[in-house]
């Protein structure tokens, strides 16, 4: 039985997969989960499999202008190293010209007569980047595991003979080093990459008329955007490969602006409900493979409330309301539990859980959890509406609006005209930009804040594509057209004229080398939440495709 046959027969078998959450207090029912995850067998993709060869050689040099210090530059003809003794090239780079994610072969054979008479050692290095050939991994300083580094040690016991890597990589460079050897001469005949993905097909090109850049960052999102799309959307293929819920949210709306695999969203949606806590609270994310199963302890308040806003995205591009029905409870359910961690006097009530929005360092999350309090719970409202359950949600609107009231009253510098978040009164980009999408200011108000914090230096700006996304979404929703245009040709152009193949986790124009862990090399170099370039360029042309 092959993995994905054993991924849906666990799916289908949900009983087996789920013991532990049927239990007292559990808001959902043993049959509701195991039929969430049998919809979720069902919806499962068929992988599109290509296969990719390498096309040069290079070298990766040191270049202080280069993105990270360090650049690639040509050195040869692949196929020139097919046809030399691989003893020599100890260390050559070979450069698969793209960003791909799969499953890595390759075929020895001998340059002489001889026989072999010994194993063949080698290491293998899987880059995204060409500074992750450059930087050492060790010794290790990063905060998660060494394991996700793509270096691999491999014994060949006989040549000629082929290899394959179990292991799936996400790369673009391959290094390749002679551990230990005898005698005999070798090479590598052959190579290549069983290129994998879900997403079907091209979506639609752009107009002929759109700028250069415009198409650069698109074309590179659509890239981000495919090789996330693996059986469920990936946080990152190389780095964090399991499906995320703030990640499906940004990547779900990407995906209905180009390749419109709806289904890999009704699958994931499923699967989180699935797995939710039992007192109905979602996970932050959640695995498929080899079992399906969330990770406990990361529950994350704003990504839970996110799913809200999800379900309803894709009721409206699909139609689809059995789906959003059937799902209508953990939804519904988001919106009860997060009411406790709001106080008597409408605010954040300090009750801890994990808060996120961004990895900006000193981000103070206050203000913009009670503005995607304001937000997720209208779209509640609004999905209740679409399905007919207004009466589930009778009294939310006005709960709603005292969320929205208190935010003014306790929040809102007047004077200055921004929302200030914590003790220090911080001022910052996410603060303003979730009371925007809540509603909370006026159109003529919110403009007046986004402005000023964009003429501020002090204000905290977002240091990841992900919290990048709302902050645009906020511009646009205001009618500042054209600084959301400003911005997201200043932050994804800015990855762009930096050499990125697909889009990065982190980004700060001011910093190549910040990582949340410790170690630029384990920053995840394709990631889900920087592919939504392709939403806003597709969705509102009128301002980006110009």
Known sequence: MNLFAQIAVTATLGSVALVGYAQTGDVFSPQQRNLWLQKAAAAMSVMQETVKYPVRKVAIVSDTAAYQGWKAVEAGAAAAFFDTSLKTQSGTVLDFGEHLTGYFSCTFALTTTSVSDAPVRLKLTFAETPAELAIPFDPYPGGLSRAWLQDETV??????????LSRRVSFRYL??????????????????????????????????????????????GVATLR????????????RDRRLWLGDLYLEALANACSFKNHTLTKRCL????????????????????????????????????LFNTALLDYLKNTGDRETALDLWPVALQQTEVAKTFIGDTFMYNGKPIWIFFDWRSGFDTKAAIQGCFVKTFKDACELAQLLGRQKDVATLPAFTAKLAGAARKNMFDAKRGVFVSGPDRQISYLS???????????????????????????????????????????????????????????????????????????????????????????????????????????????????
């Open 175 to 220: 290094k390749i080093e002679v551990l230990g050897s005898s005698s005999f001469d070798f090479r590598i005949s052959e190579m290549n990459i069983r290129a994998q993905t879900s997403a079907v097909g091209e979506p639609e090109p752009l107009p002929a008329a759109t700028p250069p850049l415009i198409k650069d960052i698109d074309r590179i």
């Open 270 to 305: 499923y699967l989180l409900a699935a797995v939710a806590a039992p007192d109905g609270l979602l996970h932050a994310c959640a695995f498929d493979i080899p079992d399906i199963h969330p990770q406990t302890g990361t529950q994350i308040l704003d990504y839970a409330l």
């Open 155 to 164: 014994t060949v016991d006989y040549i000629p003979s082929s290899f394959s």
């Open 432 to 546: 303003q930009a979730w009371m925007t999408l809540g509603g909370v200011l006026s159109k003529k108000e919110a403009q007046k804040a986004l402005k000023t914090v964009l003429s501020m230096p002090e204000a905290v700006y977002p240091g990841t594509p992900y919290g990048t996304h709302f902050f645009i979404e906020a511009l646009i929703a205001c009618g500042l057209h054209t600084e959301a245009r400003e911005y997201l040709l200043q932050y994804w152009g800015g990855m762009v004229h930096k050499g990125a193949d697909t889009f990065w986790e982190v980004y700060d124009p001011d910093n190549d080398l910040l990582s949340p862990y410790n170690f630029a090399p384990i920053n995840s170099y394709c990631h889900a939440w920087a592919c939504t370039p392709v939403y806003f360029i597709r969705n509102y042309p009128e301002i980006f495709a110009k």
């Open 227 to 238: 090789e996330c799309m693996q059986t469920v959307y990936e946080d990152g293929p190389k």
